[in-house]
């Protein structure tokens, strides 16, 4: 009986032919070439087609498993757009021939060795003029599929958008037998575009966001994904009434900021939640049992004594993971808890070891945030740590960062210390990887570039780094690939002459956008790098995706402003709102949209920059505020019933903190509080210059801020009044007029209700009265205070 081959799920798009373009640039290639190339003695030539007819069949088992029916039908559809001829699948029971490619567990080698493949292996076999293509448990038959197409062929999935066949009648190859097993079971390349489940399979990554159905042999999958303190034993339900099952902080109050670790309480409330999240979510491979961000860990009597004798807090922690992992074993044998090994928690316990059921998730926030072109081998903080843990233990996952989190767009030469960092966690005992860049929107500097890259590097971290962005470029830019590939080796250039300065580069890994390998010459290089590409491009497809490409040029010149611009300022706005439409563009920084407010902010320097020269110009008296404050909490959101605000109350009781920039965030009130919290001062002006305008201006609140002045709501600075998200809200400045509200000599209340959502926050900078004869806006200020205005 002949199977009928139906393909859904999926999608067509245009397909790119090879291209052989020249460049006057030192290139290594002047045209494509197979990164992937299988490695090995080859076995004799195969002729698949000729002049569009073949004589092979597909052979699948009888009863086909689903991933292998997958893989039929992935086969034979992409070897007729390759070759135009029509490839049977039939079942092993049917007629037989000598030409033949069996898939599966079709018998017809039966000297062939077994290799031990696991769940993802595959194994490409030849006898004569047949192929055998077997592999692991689960994803294996597809694998061995697409590790022959990609491999010995010389398919390209490039993006989820974007397929590469070479498309010819007569396909005669040289097949290379082999076997192959990824050494990580967690192949992440955390990235937008690299969540579609389609692309992720026909590259090889296995990714909890990548969604591949279960007939395919499923995908990673997390039932709580970490940071679930909070999750495993809610505050809500349980602070009030039983705080001893939360962190002691070191001043002997309870918090529900983290967990007690020791408590047999808590061990037990968290197991019975595993199990309940697991028996809901029965397909999940992982589950993660993991302090809640931002740090801090139980000091009672006996978490620190354990944490203590094993030299890290980790002990303590590990030492609860175990207990839980037991806990949830006898049902579900085969789920991995997950921890994170984090902050506090990196360095490995002395004598305290992980079950076998337990893996560890190494962060390397140690490192790559503060050196994120520096390999993590080279880190004397991070490398010691992961070689410790290697020492200890067999399952060890990794969270790697690999992206300018304040600028996702930002150009970031660090590819080659990507691949460095996936070999030697690979070496060290890793199996798994999370490669955390841009996963919120499309649009990231060279995202889709990153994803393939990453992908096969995560795969098979052996591959040649260079050699892949090669093949990518060459594939993808069509007769723009020259140009675009000079951009690139320009960049990586950059990276190198500037290596001493990005050592350690300001802002860490959200370094900013005058970073001196940003140079004036680099930019212009690379304007004139993407306005050939721009010409070599032989139709709108291949001249969008170079537009893309250059969103990160454009990007540093729109921040840099106008004054470093110049008249070509609004156009290049326009071109980049253009380009962020049309590609669905959303975030620049991590957190939530911010796309059209970042557009809007440069529409606004524009005229910030004309009123900035009016204002140095400009009489203006800028009246400090006292930076002592009276602070209190008020966890019940009492204060504006009971009229905190009011300048009769009496704030005696209250503590005091100071708004000083240099005393930091110690002495703000809100450390390890989250909730309202109030500030109150009196201020008497001596005197007020006679100015048409008076302003009150803060030069940020974290989070939201609600200031009454004499007992009346005078302005409202929070996240729904001015559509900021809290991560931005926090360090944007505000202002508003009270000429009408102080005079010279009256003393004048000032009461700000204050809403910090996480970590520490409050009135952290300075406040002033900023008297002018000309309007002015908080952004304005903020410059002249930055120009030395004040002084």
Partial sequence: MKIHVTLTHILIPALLLAVCACSAAPLRYHHWRNALKPQGQPAAEIALSVSGETEYQIVIPAEPTTQEQKAAEELAHWLNEMTGAEFPVVDDTQARRETEICLGRVDVLPDAEEPELGDEGYCIAVDGKKL?????????????????????LGCRWYTAKAVRILRRPTVRFKPVPRSFVPALTIRDPFYHDAFNGEWSLRNRTNAPSATVSEEWGGHVTYAMFVHTFNTLVPPGEYFDKNPELFMQNESGKRTPRQLCLTNPETIRIATETCLRVLRDKPT?????VSKNDGGG??????????????????GSLLHFVNAVAEGIEDEFPDVIVSTLAYLETMKAPKTIRPRHNVAIRLCTDRCMWSHPFTPARESDIFAPAMREWASVHNQIHIWDYCVNFSHYTAP???????ADNIRFFVENNCTGVMLQGAYQS???????????????????????????????????YGKAAPAILEYDQLLQQAGRDHAESLAAPKGGIRYPMDSEFLSRDFLWRAEGLFDRAEELAENDEIRQRVELARVPIM???????????????????????????????????????DV??????????????????????????????????RFATDPKDAGTGAKWFAPEFDDGAWATVRSDVDKGWESQGFEDYTGVGWYRQQFTPAKLPAKKHLYLFFEAVDEDAIVYIDGKPAFEHTCNSTGLPPDQIWITPFMFDVKDAFKAGKPTSIAVRVLNRLGMG??????????????????????LLAEGKEK
């Fill in 284 to 288: 999940a491979k992982v589950i993660s």
């Fill in 596 to 629: 059209k407010n970042k557009i809007k902010k440069w529409r606004d320097e524009i005229r910030v920059q004309a009123e900035l020269q009016q204002a140095r110009e400009s009489d203006i008296t800028i009246l400090p505020l006292s930076p002592e404050w």
């Fill in 132 to 152: 055998r293509l077997t592999g692991g448990r689960k994803r294996g038959p597809i694998y061995a599929v697409f590790a022959l197409l990609e491999e010995d």
């Fill in 442 to 476: 499309a649009g990231a500097e060279r995202e889709l570039m990153r994803c393939w890259v990453f992908g096969k590097l995560l795969w098979d971290p052996s591959l040649d780094v260079d050699a892949l962005t090669e093949d990518f470029i060459w594939g993808y």
């Fill in 412 to 418: 970031m030469p660090n590819f080659e210390v990507v």
């Fill in 762 to 783: 409050g009135v952290y900078k300075p406040v002033r009265l900023i008297a002018s004869a000309r309007e002015l806006d908080a952004t304005v200020v903020t410059r």
């Fill in 297 to 314: 860990s139980c000091v009672c009597e006996n978490c620190k004594a354990i944490d203590e004798a094993e030299g890290t807090d980790c």
């Fill in 555 to 593: 990007y540093v010149k729109l921040v840099r402003g106008p004054a470093f611009v110049g008249e070509g300022y609004a156009a290049l706005i326009d071109r980049f709102e253009a380009i962020a439409e049309r590609e669905s563009i959303t975030h620049i920084r991590e957190g939530a949209p």
